[in-house]
């Protein structure tokens, strides 16, 4: 049996139109990361009341604020890369922060310039170069800008072993789970692409099938990436029972991935027997692990034996079913993403320069409006412009949108919470909002920055009534870095996101030349190559759809052509499993 032909209707012709960000319009329903906001509440407030015991209040104070940016890195990824994002945020901020400390000591405001210049060009240079090295970068520029900004008192290597301490609190209470829940996050993601799968069965034949695989393949991608480090060659003569039960559960999900795509291009619609063999599967393979209905999985288990009559693709479910419990091939475990495409040393080095630029004319700013304590506006700079995070007119809106509210919050607030403990009550309450806001929304997680430095900076000895100052400083800075970026750079996301979608639609005329004659293994890597870029080429256009657009200018309509080479890879993903189903019947 051949692929059915597709029939799903063309999307209408797009409208020329300005673009503006539409990530700011709302929240997406979510479950709320408790956890996450109770570390962020607990790693806020203990340093403080540990100050407040002992009498060391300066010293808690700094340690206050390394947990502040250590919970502004405190994601939900698997422990080992928490641990090591988390160390470089604290090892990059404490030399910052030394370097800052001793350029403001030294007495000369040169110094504190070439410091402040020095330190942005590292940021920089290794902004672009991955998460880690660009996490570690800005906080080498919020450690040199804190530490040249606010005169501590003590002696030098206070300071830094003490924002040193407020990151590790934050990285033990992230880590600590891994003691008794070690696989958690990987076991999560891995039963993340069965339900996924199970929702593309039920959408199979209906209008919502297309994007019902999408949300598919997205899973897939993040569980591949979780289970990167288990995946590897070296890593198979230590692998525990656990991990070695995920792992073949992660290549049983691959396999199960191309039979439900295959399924799913044949757009008609499939009983309960078919549409709950995903959660069979997890079952089986995780028993106990997940929520996974138990009428579901009768239904499944009832069907599964009827499955061996049906199209190409639920041949393929079948056999999925049939090998499930025997162990994966060992070729399976050379299974891998696709290398990272960074930008090239010319992006990099304009990056660099313009963010130096922006931290200098921010510093000269700050020191003719303010003097001393200007910390504000190079602070600003140093997170507005992240154009490796997001679109950076997006992020500079969501800076002044939290700023303004936070400043808003910080200063109803102020006036009931006189007490001590009451303050530090507030401060672990926007250290909770922070938390959650770090993994929603930019806004929220810059409303509770802001409400909390405004706490921190007042037990410091600073009493200034700075509600307006701060307002004017971060519009200030997200002007500079939305003119700097724009004037000089005004192309830089429109070229990555044209350079990862000709990646992106290369990787699927491969995967079409090459899988006809492909063997399992190879199929499969070339499948998950060009669907993984694929998606990554839909993040850089969404990217790039949320900066305006210069007036006269109309960017190509990159989706079309990703969807265009989705398409193409669904079919070819179809005909190998009708050919396979064929040479094996």
């Given at each position: 049996?051949?692929?059915?032909?597709?029939?799903?209707?063309?999307?209408?012709?797009?409208?020329?139109?300005?673009?503006?960000p539409r990530s700011g319009a709302g929240f997406t329903p979510v479950r709320l990361p408790l956890a996450a906001a109770a570390r962020g509440a607990v790693a806020l407030a203990l340093p403080l009341l540990v100050g407040l015991r002992t009498g060391w209040v300066v010293p808690s104070v700094i340690a206050a604020i390394g947990a502040l940016w250590g919970v502004s890195q405190d994601g939900s990824d698997p422990y080992r890369v928490r641990v090591r994002r988390l160390g470089?945020?604290?090892?990059?901020?404490?030399?910052?922060?030394?370097?800052?400390?001793?350029?403001?000591?030294?007495?000369?405001?040169?110094?504190?310039?070439?410091?402040?210049?020095?330190?942005?060009?590292?940021?920089?240079?290794?902004?672009?170069?991955?998460?880690?090295?660009?996490?570690?970068?800005?906080?080498?520029?919020?450690?040199?800008?804190?530490?040249?900004?606010?005169?501590?008192?003590?002696?030098?290597?206070?300071?830094?072993?003490?924002?040193?301490?407020?990151?590790?609190?934050?990285?033990?209470?992230?880590?600590?789970?891994?003691?008794?829940?070690?696989?958690?996050?990987?076991?999560?993601?891995?039963?993340?692409?069965?339900?996924?799968?199970?929702?593309?069965?039920?959408?199979?034949?209906?209008?919502?099938?297309?994007?019902?695989?999408?949300?598919?393949?997205?899973?897939?991608?993040?569980?591949?990436?979780?289970?990167?480090?288990?995946?590897?060659?070296?890593?198979?003569?230590?692998?525990?029972?656990?991990?070695?039960?995920?792992?073949?559960?992660?290549?049983?999900?691959?396999?199960?991935?191309?039979?439900?795509?295959?399924?799913?291009?044949?757009?008609?619609?499939?009983?309960?027997?078919?549409?709950?063999?995903?959660?069979?599967?997890?079952?089986?393979?995780?028993?106990?692990?997940?929520?996974?209905?138990?009428?579901?999985?009768?239904?499944?288990?009832?069907?599964?034996?009827?499955?061996?009559?049906?199209?190409?693709?639920?041949?393929?479910?079948?056999?999925?079913?049939?090998?499930?419990?025997?162990?994966?091939?060992?070729?399976?475990?050379?299974?891998?993403?696709?290398?990272?495409?960074?930008?090239?040393?010319?992006?990099?080095?304009?990056?660099?320069?313009?963010?130096?630029?922006?931290?200098?004319?921010?510093?000269?700013?700050?020191?003719?409006?303010?003097?001393?304590?200007?910390?504000?506006?190079?602070?600003?700079?140093?997170?507005?412009?992240?154009?490796?995070?997001?679109?950076?007119?997006?992020?500079?809106?969501?800076?002044?949108?939290?700023?303004?509210?936070?400043?808003?919050?910080?200063?109803?607030?102020?006036?009931?919470?006189?007490?001590?403990?009451?303050?530090?009550?507030?401060?672990?309450?926007?250290?909770?909002?922070?938390a959650v806001g770090v993994r929603h929304h930019y806004a929220l997680a810059t409303l509770g920055l802001t409400a909390v430095v405004f706490v921190l900076v007042d037990l410091l000895g600073d009493h200034r009534a700075l509600y307006g100052t701060r307002i004017l400083d971060t519009v200030l800075a997200s002007a500079l870095v939305l003119v700097a970026h724009f004037a000089v750079w005004p192309d830089s996301a429109a070229n990555r996101a044209e350079a990862q979608t000709?990646?992106?639609?290369?990787?699927?005329?491969?995967?079409?030349?090459?899988?006809?004659?492909?063997?399992?293994?190879?199929?499969?890597?070339?499948?998950?190559?060009?669907?993984?870029?694929?998606?990554?080429?839909?993040?850089?256009?969404?990217?790039?759809?949320?900066?305006?657009?210069?007036?006269?200018?109309?960017?190509?309509?990159?989706?079309?052509?990703?969807?265009?080479?989705?398409?193409?890879?669904?079919?070819?993903?179809?005909?190998?499993?009708?050919?396979?189903?064929?040479?094996?019947?």
């Amino acid at each position: 049996m051949t692929p059915a032909a597709d029939t799903r209707p063309e999307r209408p012709p797009r409208t020329s139109r300005i673009r503006w960000p539409r990530s700011g319009a709302g929240f997406t329903p979510v479950r709320l990361p408790l956890a996450a906001a109770a570390r962020g509440a607990v790693a806020l407030a203990l340093p403080l009341l540990v100050g407040l015991r002992t009498g060391w209040v300066v010293p808690s104070v700094i340690a206050a604020i390394g947990a502040l940016w250590g919970v502004s890195q405190d994601g939900s990824d698997p422990y080992r890369v928490r641990v090591r994002r988390l160390g470089w945020t604290g090892v990059a901020s404490a030399l910052g922060l030394l370097a800052g400390e001793l350029a403001l000591r030294s007495g000369e405001s040169a110094a504190v310039a070439c410091c402040l210049v020095a330190a942005a060009l590292v940021a920089g240079t290794v902004g672009l170069r991955g998460r880690i090295a660009s996490v570690s970068g800005m906080h080498l520029l919020l450690g040199v800008t804190v530490g040249s900004g606010i005169p501590v008192p003590g002696p030098w290597w206070q300071p830094p072993l003490a924002l040193l301490a407020g990151v590790v609190l934050v990285l033990v209470l992230s880590a600590a789970p891994w003691l008794w829940r070690r696989h958690h996050v990987e076991r999560a993601a891995v039963l993340a692409v069965y339900r996924s799968a199970g929702e593309a069965l039920s959408a199979a034949g209906t209008p919502r099938a297309e994007e019902a695989r999408r949300r598919m393949t997205l899973a897939l991608n993040h569980a591949h990436e979780v289970m990167a480090a288990h995946l590897a060659p070296r890593a198979r003569h230590r692998q525990q029972a656990e991990v070695r039960e995920l792992v073949r559960a992660f290549h049983c999900a691959v396999r199960l991935g191309e039979a439900v795509t295959a399924v799913v291009w044949e757009a008609r619609p499939l009983p309960p027997a078919v549409t709950g063999v995903p959660l069979h599967l997890a079952e089986r393979l995780l028993p106990g692990r997940g929520p996974v209905p138990a009428t579901a999985v009768t239904a499944a288990e009832q069907a599964v034996p009827a499955l061996d009559a049906g199209s190409p693709g639920e041949r393929a479910l079948a056999e999925v079913c049939a090998t499930v419990d025997g162990e994966p091939d060992a070729a399976d475990l050379t299974l891998h993403l696709p290398a990272h495409s960074w930008p090239g040393r010319a992006a990099r080095l304009r990056y660099a320069t313009l963010l130096a630029g922006c931290v200098l004319t921010a510093h000269l700013l700050a020191e003719a409006l303010h003097g001393a304590r200007g910390y504000w506006l190079p602070m600003t700079v140093a997170f507005v412009y992240k154009p490796d995070f997001g679109p950076v007119f997006t992020r500079a809106v969501h800076r002044c949108t939290g700023t303004v509210v936070g400043v808003v919050a910080i200063g109803a607030l102020s006036l009931p919470a006189t007490g001590t403990y009451a303050v530090i009550g507030v401060v672990a309450v926007f250290g909770a909002l922070m938390a959650v806001g770090v993994r929603h929304h930019y806004a929220l997680a810059t409303l509770g920055l802001t409400a909390v430095v405004f706490v921190l900076v007042d037990l410091l000895g600073d009493h200034r009534a700075l509600y307006g100052t701060r307002i004017l400083d971060t519009v200030l800075a997200s002007a500079l870095v939305l003119v700097a970026h724009f004037a000089v750079w005004p192309d830089s996301a429109a070229n990555r996101a044209e350079a990862q979608t000709e990646v992106a639609v290369a990787a699927a005329r491969r995967y079409r030349e090459v899988a006809p004659e492909a063997g399992l293994v190879q199929r499969q890597s070339l499948r998950r190559a060009a669907y993984h870029q694929l998606a990554e080429a839909r993040r850089a256009v969404a990217h790039t759809r949320g900066e305006p657009d210069r007036p006269g200018r109309s960017l190509p309509d990159w989706e079309d052509a990703i969807t265009a080479a989705e398409r193409l890879c669904d079919r070819v993903t179809a005909q190998a499993v009708a050919g396979a189903a064929g040479a094996a019947g």
